[in-house]
């Protein structure tokens, strides 16, 4: 689900508010991620992986079918489903911010439902907040920021940005590049230089 010049504004304004829901609900969010690496799935699949209820793996199916982020694969019992990716640019009305909503910020979101560290830090600075502390994250296992530094920019504490940052790093991993830093974490942590600044990283989400 890509955003492309030759789709229509109401085209894209449904998949704003398909996603949107995807991000206000984790669990929503971890099944959309489970169907999208299991590639395909029954509705017994996701009962077995991610221990719903039936009736809760049922609703929670048919809710993404009817978003247009599912779609039946396989029409015969057992249907099978799988789900659309998602790639979504959102300008933010303060200072023109852009956050894309990508799987990657999606599965972040879904492991609110598993990870404490997720889940509060989603609770005190909302999904814009987690999307920022995603980029650090991508940053930092490059070796390019610290903990200090994303403490400083965002106006949090510096245990509070480690534990995001260590929350997170599974999720960097599995979807992204990550290549060998020139410079040691250990490095970079004792550097006094300025703060980097990402342009997504928005300290009001604080």
Excluded: C, W
């Excluded at 109401?10 to 995807?22: K, Q």
């Excluded at 509705?43 to 779609?71: H, K, W």
């Excluded at 894309?100 to 979101?109: G, M, N, S």
């Excluded at 550097?191 to 997504?200: E, I, L, P, Q, V």
């Amino acid at each position: 689900m890509s955003r492309t010049s030759n789709r229509t504004d109401g085209d894209i304004i449904r998949d704003f508010l398909s996603v949107a829901g995807l991000l206000e609900e984790p669990q929503l969010a971890q099944l959309y991620t489970y169907l999208v690496h299991g590639h395909e799935a029954t509705v017994q699949d996701v009962i077995d992986d991610l221990e719903l209820g039936q009736g809760t793996a049922y609703s929670n199916v048919n809710r993404l079918v009817d978003a247009g982020l599912v779609e039946v694969t396989h029409d015969e019992q057992p249907r099978r489903y799988a789900a659309h990716k998602i790639d979504l640019t959102v300008t933010t009305s303060a200072a023109d911010r852009e956050y894309t909503i990508t799987p990657a910020l999606i599965d972040a979101v879904g492991r609110a439902e598993t990870n404490d560290d997720i889940g509060t830090y989603v609770d005190r600075h909302g999904v814009a907040g987690l999307a920022t502390a995603l980029t650090y994250t991508v940053a930092r296992e490059r070796g390019e920021v610290t903990h200090r530094l994303m403490a400083d920019d965002l106006d949090i504490s510096p245990l509070a940005a480690e534990m995001i940052l260590q929350a997170l790093r599974p999720v960097v991993h599995e979807y992204y590049d990550i290549e060998e830093a020139g410079a040691s974490l250990d490095e970079l942590d004792d550097d006094d230089g300025d703060a980097r600044t990402f342009d997504n990283a928005d300290g009001d989400d604080r």
